[in-house]
Every structure is written in structure tokens, then in C-alpha cells.
């Protein structure tokens, strides 16, 4: 069934390092993988997306890397700062008659200044 | 933040009781969704519409119950709270690719507990 696996639960990175979160997805007929941010008691946020004919696609300190072949798709910070720490989800479009997301359960990204 | 609100913000009931959380928007989007956030599950798409009066369930409906009478709001009830649906709750839009994008907003949440 439609399924989204996300990896690792927790990551805790000192300042400055990079951090990489890795997501699959289980239809191979999914198009669109965002990323959202979730800062505590916040709503979540989406900060940078893929569609399924693109590689790679980059925002400032984000960026975003699809693999079609494999189903699998990562986010990258690099020089990561405090305001980084969050939980970040990924998620995978599913269209035909449903058009809905499913997403990961989550990844809590601890910064250490 | 996609003209999104929810109502109430927060909400303590006690089991058995009906309950209706609210979502408007005010950009006219076709597609609006409510999802729930526990800890470890991420979130979960309850029901989903795409237009008024049209409605579909999520991957975890039951005890859940939509209406769309209007293209801005949305409204999720619980016909008899249950403690297991002390969650978050969001409330999302999205064009859903008819107009090019498949990106989701979410609203602020809604918080309610069942005592």
C-alpha cells in the first residue's frame, strides 16, 4: 500500500555540520516529495519540494536529491545553525482520484551551538 | 499563511460528547484536508474534499465525520469523543496539481483533549 518510510527518528549535529535525512516511498507512480519543518507548537512549514523530473534542486542551505530507480529521495542542511532544530517530515504525492500526501513520521533535528 | 484559520485553537471535552473543530480559507482553494499529529505517527490524513459537498476518507476515518457547504470551510466532527482522539489537529489546502501545484498549507492546529 501507500507507504512512506523516513530515516533516522532523531539526529543531533554540532554547529556548522551538515545533517541528511532519508525518506522511500512505496508507489513508484508518485510525482511530487516535499519537505516540511515543524518547529514546537508550530504548524508545519513547507520550506523546499521536488517533482519527480528533477534530480536534484537546491534552496540556499537546503537542498533536495530524488532517485526515481531506487524510490528514495534526502534532505541536506549544510552548515547547520540552532534555528535549524526541528522536526522535519517528508512526504510523497499520491494522484489519480485521491490527490493526497503521505507522509513520514518524522525526524527531530537537534542542532548543538 | 495562506489565509488559513481554525477554530477553536484549543478545546478540552469530555467522553461521549459531540464535537466540531472549524477550518476557513480565504483563497478560494479546491482541495482542504484534516489530518491528525500524534507522537511517533506523523500526521494522517483523516478526510479530504475536493469541492463543495464532495468528500473522501483518509487512512484513519473512523469515528470522524466532514461537511463542505462552502468553498471556504471545512468542518470535522466527532459524533462521540473518544480518548483516543486527544490529538493535534490540522486543517490543509492545496490546488492538488489543477492549477499547477500540489503544494499543502497547513493551518495553525486545533489542540483538543478527551477527558
Known amino acids: 500500500g501507500e507507504n512512506v518510510e523516513q530515516h533516522p527518528s532523531t539526529l543531533s549535529v554540532q554547529e556548522g555540520d551538515s545533517a541528511v535525512i532519508k525518506c522511500t516511498y512505496s508507489?513508484?507512480?508518485?510525482?511530487?516529495f516535499p519537505w516540511y519543518k515543524q518547529e514546537l507548537g508550530k504548524r508545519p512549514q513547507l520550506i523546499i519540494d521536488?517533482?519527480?523530473?528533477?534530480g536534484e534542486k537546491k534552496d540556499q542551505r537546503i537542498a533536495v536529491t530524488l532517485n526515481k530507480t531506487a524510490k528514495h529521495f534526502s534532505l541536506h542542511i549544510t552548515e547547520t545553525q540552532p534555528e535549524d532544530s526541528a522536526v522535519y517530515f517528508c512526504a510523497a504525492y499520491y494522484g489519480g482520484a485521491t490527490n493526497k500526501l503521505i507522509f513520514g513520521t518524522g525526524t527531530l533535528l537537534a542542532v548543538q551551538p | 499563511d495562506a489565509g488559513i484559520t481554525q477554530s477553536p485553537r484549543h478545546k478540552v471535552t469530555e467522553t461521549g460528547t459531540p464535537v466540531t473543530l472549524r477550518c476557513h480559507q480565504t483563497?478560494?482553494?479546491?482541495?482542504m484536508y484534516w489530518y491528525r499529529q500524534d507522537p511517533g505517527h506523523g500526521l494522517r490524513l483523516i478526510h479530504y474534499?475536493?469541492?463543495?459537498?464532495?468528500?473522501d476518507k483518509g487512512e484513519v476515518s473512523d469515528g470522524y465525520s466532514v461537511s463542505r457547504s462552502k468553498t471556504e470551510d471545512f468542518l470535522l466532527t466527532l459524533e462521540s469523543a473518544t480518548s483516543s482522539q486527544t490529538s493535534v489537529y490540522f486543517c490543509?489546502?492545496?490546488?492538488?496539481?489543477?492549477?499547477?501545484?500540489?503544494?499543502?498549507?497547513f493551518g495553525p492546529g486545533t489542540r483538543l483533549t478527551v477527558t
Open positions: 474534499s475536493y469541492g463543495v459537498k464532495d468528500t
Open positions: 508507489d513508484s507512480a508518485s510525482n511530487y
Open positions: 490543509a489546502i492545496s490546488e492538488a496539481g489543477v492549477r499547477g501545484g500540489y503544494e499543502q498549507y
Open positions: 521536488i517533482r519527480s523530473n528533477v
Open positions: 483563497e478560494n482553494h479546491r482541495y
